[in-house]
């Protein structure tokens, strides 16, 4: 019987624990998709407990304390850290078979160094001994980011956003590349045109553009779009419930627009048309500055309508989507490829059910140029756990080219959560392990190892081209 996550956690065969230890551990991360604060790294952020780096924003956490019975106050309200971190402490328990249970110890052995399992009666020992840790300038935002070894970080902002930090950051003596990707979503919220027409005047502003009409808008997108790319951004992202590629005419979708301007509620038919015209303008821009494009399709947000009036958006009341994809993904790729406006792109689906159409539908629109232009992105969301990263892994390799993988992000709101890439990275190494000893794959360890290093950080690195 193996101990619990000893040295070998996740690796079963001794080719598996040969290709992680001596060719995947030890590779730097390219955390190409994160949500985490350029403001905090910018100010080097020390934290003054465990509860402030590992709680605050955790919405995976939130979700496993409440299903536990834990009323809301210690997630989201106003109960003190410690409560607060003695509460997941109780629950962590609760969280066997959960990727929690072996995230939450994972981020506990790095970079705290510690290995007792966290529960109530370990809780205050865990408590204090990481709050020390916290206190040294080696656990500041910095020095945590250095510890993990990670090379580059792409921030996720939206493009009213000043970028004041990241040119903070640029021009300070941190070593580690810090980028930001436009995410655009808001634009394309038009339910609410009271909402939307305040978040268009904010783009009026900062683009200094007038905007009557909707050329007027995408210039003024478009502008911004530049400032990002002149700030180094050469990558941008959306959350879609599904792909929007609903045929229209330029005329309906100045109509459309300016109905939305005169505060008007627009008809589900014209609101997928402008969302179907905003997502192609948002690609063309995107080609014609060479940048790289990533979809994050299927999530159903916000679904308890009454915690969301109370506490707002991202707090763990969202679930898995399962609108269809595969017809309007196929039509929107194709007409930007059919238009050569077809940059490289990332899919990423919440639905696993969808896992063939994507693997499949990638191999539709390769370039010959660029290796493994149009990727299909990591296990996400719901899927990033082990039974998730496998079936992806293994979907891929079925159906397209598993070596040309560009690998784990972290898509995470903490600064502790790099410990993903680890996860990942035995995973990984653990089903070719698997494949050797199985007889299926050559027992190569050279070539199989620098496969494992190219998808753990090489093929990233050259994906999407960034100057490092």
């Given at each position: ?124 020992q865990i408590w204090d001994k ?42 300070s003596e941190f070593d580690v ?95 997928l048309k402008y969302k179907s ?192």
């Open positions: 019987m193996k101990s619990f996550m000893d040295e070998d956690f996740l690796l079963q065969t001794e080719t598996a624990r040969q290709l992680y230890h001596e060719y995947a551990k030890s590779m730097p991360i390219f955390d190409y998709h994160c949500h985490i604060s350029p403001q905090e790294i910018a100010e080097n952020r020390r934290f003054n407990n465990l509860t402030e780096i590992w709680l605050h924003g955790d919405h995976y956490k939130w979700r496993a304390m409440r299903t536990n019975g834990i009323d809301e106050k210690f997630c989201t309200g106003d109960a003190s850290d410690w409560e607060k971190f003695l509460k997941w402490a109780e629950t962590t328990p609760y969280t066997m078979r959960n990727p929690l249970y072996h995230w939450t110890h994972l981020e506990l052995r790095n970079p705290f160094g510690i290995t007792t399992l966290l529960n109530a009666d370990s809780a205050g990481c709050n020390e840790l916290l206190a040294r300038e080696d656990f500041s935002c910095l020095g945590i980011i250095k510890k993990a070894n990670v090379k580059l970080i792409c921030t996720t902002d939206d493009p009213i956003d000043s970028l004041d930090y990241h040119s903070i950051i640029k021009s590349k810090v980028i930001p990707a436009w995410r655009p979503d808001k634009t394309m919220s038009i339910e609410d045109p009271v909402l939307f027409n305040s978040y268009v005047n904010q783009i009026e502003s900062v683009s200094g553009i007038s905007i009557t009409s909707f050329d007027n808008f995408i210039e003024a997108l478009d502008k911004r779009h530049k400032n990002f790319h002149d700030n180094s951004c050469r990558l941008s992202d959306h959350g879609l419930e599904t792909i929007f590629a609903t045929e229209y005419k330029q005329t309906e979708i100045n109509t459309i627009f300016n109905s939305l301007r005169n505060g008007k509620i627009v008809s589900p038919e014209d609101s015209a905003m997502l192609y303008e948002f690609a063309v821009m995107d080609h014609s500055r060479n940048w790289t494009q990533q979809f994050h399709i299927g999530a159903l947000r916000n679904n308890n309508s009454r915690m969301f009036s109370s506490i707002g958006a991202d707090k763990g009341f969202d679930s898995i989507g399962d609108l269809p994809v595969a017809t309007s993904l196929s039509k929107f790729l194709n007409r930007l490829d059919c238009d050569k406006k077809l940059t490289r792109t990332v899919l990423y689906n919440l639905n696993p059910s969808d896992n063939e159409v994507m693997a499949t539908m990638i191999g539709n629109f390769q370039g010959g140029i660029t290796p493994g232009k149009i990727q299909w992105g990591s296990g996400w969301w719901f899927l990033d756990q082990k039974d998730g990263m496998t079936n992806q892994i293994n979907t891929l390799s079925n159906l397209g080219l598993l070596s040309r993988f560009i690998g784990m992000l972290t898509d995470s709101r903490s600064f502790l959560s790099y410990s993903r890439h680890e996860y990942f990275r035995r995973i990984l190494c653990n089903l070719i392990g698997n494949d050797v000893q199985n007889g299926e794959v050559p027992n190569d360890i050279e070539f199989l190892g620098n496969m494992v290093q190219d998808i753990s950080y090489n093929n990233a690195k050259n994906y999407f081209q960034f100057d490092l």
